[in-house]
């Protein structure tokens, strides 16, 4: 059973909602005959007034008030019957008194029984993390918790006393149509399971709600709902993730199992032809296609731990050329067969570094796939060179650059800039995360579509790498 589940259970099962009843509806409960502040009083009241009457009582019967007041004489003084009609009106107040009294003490605990139920209502209407709407059985909000101020942004007198209907502004047309339907069948005695509907936060921003609503059922009649909204746009959100993941990954690996498919038939003409050049190249195709499979592969994984510590990272001295050519042997083909320039210059006092190889070469190697991949036409620049103590590392291409708009985002996961062109979205995300790792710092520059893309890596100088 989820939270939602708990919650509406809790509101339904111990306790008794009323749209009805007005006190449900109000944070305070006023003040009637018998509240706290008024018992003693009335009381104090009632225990007079007994009091003063058995003495009246007993001065008549000693005294005859009447006589008395009228200057007559009095009559006859009966001692046992003064006294023994004082007695009988005595315990026959006194009875009156310990009746009265305990009816007070029984309205004094349902009182303090519903004021614990008012509040333990109130309780979990104003502290769960879900919207909470009360309706009538005509379909109007009598309450609706602030939940609705801090997921939708609107204020509560938006929404109550408005019907369902009246809430266009906050839901599509579309949505209402739901919403009205499923009411409806509530308000028949049906049941209806959790559905979505989608929901226009105050800033115009479109979210997607789900609901879980029971009816309100008194003296066997249904008088009203409970409506529980969450909000799942972000789980939603997640979804969507998962699907473009799973079919852009499929569309990643698929394309070196094509090329290696395409040399395997190569290499088998050559073969039967005894054509050696052919067995060479289709032999080269395989294993360029087995790296770009495996670079796919790590990248999957490195995504799967990406938010991990990792505990240590081995630093060794490396070769930038030499790293740079390995991660170019891979990309070749596309290269070739694109016609792109390809230029390269890394200096003699910027080649040699201690660093972690593996986050190095998962750095460049997403970093040149993407410049491969978003140039059709042009080249590629691969550069390195020392800048006060840092060494500095760029990446141009003359693709299709980056739009304005798009330069927040693209270390975001998942984000494509252009999603007509293959790829999972997570090379930038891994790619930063690896150079914060390494002590370093990464950017991208581009001045709009069109006009290409430079990424910058900046990673501390031999003997002074920092280790994050």
């Known amino acids: 059973m989820n939270n939602m589940d708990r919650e509406t259970n809790r509101v339904k099962g111990s306790e008794k909602v009323d749209p009805g009843n007005p006190s449900l509806n109000n944070r305070k409960t006023g003040r009637h005959f018998f509240s706290p502040g008024g018992k003693n009083i009335i009381w104090k009241i009632i225990a007079f007034a007994f009091v003063l009457l058995c003495v009246l009582t007993w001065l008549d019967e000693i005294w005859d008030i009447p006589h008395f007041i009228l200057g007559a004489p009095a009559s006859p003084v009966n001692w046992h019957e003064a006294f023994g009609e004082t007695s009988i009106i005595a315990i026959v107040g006194i009875f009156t ?61 938006e929404f109550i006393g408005k019907n369902i209907t009246a809430l266009n502004r906050m839901i599509p047309e579309n949505s209402i149509t739901i919403i009205v339907k499923n009411f409806q069948d509530r308000m028949a005695g049906k049941d209806n399971p959790p559905y979505e509907f989608e929901f226009i936060r105050k800033t115009g921003e479109a979210a997607t709600f789900e609901v879980k609503a029971v009816a309100i059922e008194k003296n066997g009649k249904v008088v009203g709902d409970l409506a529980i909204l969450r909000d799942v746009s ?183 800039r252009h999603p007509a062109v293959p790829g999972v979205g997570l090379g930038l995300t891994i790619s930063r995360v690896s150079v914060e790792r390494l002590g370093g710092k990464i950017k991208v520059d581009s001045e709009g579509p069109g006009q290409g893309t430079t990424v910058t890596i900046m990673l501390l100088g031999e003997n002074k790498t920092h280790i994050a």
Not at 98 to 113: D, F, H, N, P, V
Not at 118 to 129: P, V
Not at 134 to 141: I, M, R
Not at 268 to 280: A, P, W, Y
Request: charged letters at 35%; aromatic letters at 6%.
């Open 234 to 416: 972000e789980r939603k959100k997640i979804e969507r993730m998962k699907d473009n993941l799973i079919r852009d990954v499929s569309h990643e690996l698929k394309t070196p199992v094509a090329m290696m498919e395409m040399a395997y038939n190569i290499s088998r003409k050559s073969v039967k032809n005894r054509d050696q050049d052919g067995i060479n190249e289709g032999l080269s195709i395989i294993s360029d296609s087995v790296k770009k499979l495996r670079q796919d592969i790590d990248v999957i994984l490195d995504f799967s731990s990406l938010d991990e510590r990792k505990p240590g990272l081995i630093m060794e001295k490396i070769s930038l050329r030499e790293l740079i050519d390995e991660i170019l042997s891979i990309q070749k083909y596309l290269i070739d067969r694109k016609k792109l320039r390809l230029k390269i210059g890394i200096s003699d006092d910027a080649d040699y570094l201690a660093t972690d190889r593996r986050s190095l070469k998962l750095i460049l190697s997403n970093i040149i796939n993407n410049a491969v991949k978003f140039t059709e036409q042009g080249g590629i620049s691969i550069t390195a060179g020392l800048k006060e103590q840092w060494r500095e590392i760029k990446v141009t291409d003359t693709g299709c650059g980056i739009a304005p708009v798009d330069k927040g985002k693209i270390f975001d996961k998942f984000y494509q």
């Open 97 to 157: 008194l310990l009746i009265i009294r305990s009816q007070i003490a029984k309205q004094k605990q349902a009182e303090q029984a519903l004021k614990e139920s008012e509040d333990r209502y109130r309780t979990i209407f104003e502290s769960a993390n879900d919207i909470i709407l009360l309706f009538d059985n005509t379909g109007k909000v009598l309450d609706v918790n602030n939940q609705i101020t801090i997921l939708g942004g609107y204020q509560r007198e």
